[in-house]
């Protein structure tokens, strides 16, 4: 599902923002039957409410050392002076959210950005992967992705080279979140990324090589009625397949959540699309912040198809922590699959509400 809609709450903490104008504008639906067409989906949709390119992945230091990153750009659709011919109104917003998981630190390495889309400060293309604020960027060029960020204490340079074409999720990427196909996104996958490029930590750069995933999501409904928030992982694995898998949570956080998801691609490329009741997540360990005081399992059974397989953090404390700018708390970190004891995927999981329910 890759969420990543953190930034709605963004919206949430500019109170001089009239959101009520935002419930009312026509956004463009989500519909089945649509097919995605490329390159021109790999590009924005800002007649939808919210969109995102989030991606994820292992990155090895020259001394093998590990490390997990992110890089996410969203674009939100305000709905706010749509009639206003002044590129001064808000039209559309642009957050940006960059990470570093470094087992040597314990705990994440986090910066993020926020603009209006306008004045070459920030801005978008709707024919190709192309999202901006100021100097990070997430763009295509031919079919290669490049992202740069720069942060007070990390940065990084990197290029992301896909395996093969896009992987569709749900019905030929119309993918529910809920009993009610109304509650649905647009959405596709780029696993088995190949990375290259250079981290940059305490003013010293390191080559760094390794995999990533990129999700690519867009959408104008809300969560479902009764929904806490989500469980999500994208796994890249060992054999050249990949897997991702998402439950959305009700309230109470018991039993198999109100709705699931899942795709597996096997190594020659075949996909295929799971019901919900082929999933299941069982958490196995918590861990609870020091920080704030939440709660998360950290490890998970998970069933697949008629599968179990175990999921491992890098290391516990991969919570992130933007009430100062967006308002939210949740865990999105470096994960490692196992099938009977044995490695057979890394990836990337993302854990919310497990504090206070997400709003979106």
């Known amino acids: 599902m890759a969420g ?7 919206l949430a903490s500019l109170p001089a923002w009239p959101l009520g104008m935002a419930m009312a504008t026509d956004f463009a639906a989500v519909l089945p039957g649509r097919p995605l067409v490329f390159p021109r989906d790999h590009g924005a949709h800002p007649e939808f409410r919210t969109e995102w390119w989030y991606a994820t992945g292992w990155l090895a230091l020259p001394d093998g050392k590990p490390l997990g990153f ?3 750009f969203f674009r939100v659709r305000t709905g706010i002076g749509e009639d206003n011919p002044s590129a ?3 039209r559309q917003l642009l957050v940006a959210h960059a990470a570093l998981a470094d087992p040597a630190l314990g705990r994440l390495r986090h910066a993020e950005r926020s603009a209006r889309s ?5 801005g978008f293309s709707e024919t190709r992967t192309e999202i901006w604020i100021d100097d990070w960027r997430f763009a295509q060029e031919g079919d290669v992705y490049r992202t740069a960020v720069r942060a007070a204490d990390f940065s990084y340079a990197l290029t992301l080279r896909p395996d093969g074409p896009p992987l569709l999720n749900g019905r030929a990427g ?4 809920a009993p009610d196909p109304r509650h649905a996104s647009y959405y596709y996958s780029r696993p088995q990324l190949a990375v290259s490029g250079t981290v940059t930590l305490a003013g010293r750069p390191q080559p760094v090589s390794g995999k990533a995933w990129l ?3 867009w959408s104008s409904e809300l969560l479902p009625e009764g929904a806490q928030g989500w469980d999500w992982l994208g796994i890249n694995l060992a054999d050249g397949g ?4 998402f439950r959305m949570r009700g309230k109470d956080g018991a039993g198999e959540g109100l709705w699931a998801a899942a795709t597996w691609r096997s190594a020659d490329g075949a996909a295929q699309v799971l019901a919900p009741e082929a999933i299941g997540f069982t958490p196995r360990r918590r861990w609870r912040s020091p920080r704030t005081g939440i709660d998360y399992p950290v490890e998970w059974q998970l069933r697949i198809a008629g599968r179990l397989f175990q999921l491992r953090p890098l290391f516990d404390d991969q919570e992130l922590d933007s009430r100062r700018s967006t ?4 865990w999105e970190g470096a994960v490692i699959l196992h099938e009977a004891e044995r490695e057979i995927g890394r990836g990337y999981l993302e854990m919310t509400g497990y504090g206070e329910a997400i709003r979106v």
């Open 70 to 72: 992110q890089s996410t």
């Open 88 to 90: 001064f109104a808000p």
């Open 215 to 217: 999700d690519h999501e």
């Open 118 to 122: 306008g004045f070459g400060r920030a």
């Open 4 to 10: 990543r809609r953190h930034f709605l709450r963004l």
């Open 242 to 245: 990949a897997l991702m898998a």
């Open 174 to 177: 119309f993918s529910q979140k």
């Open 327 to 330: 308002g939210a708390i949740y």
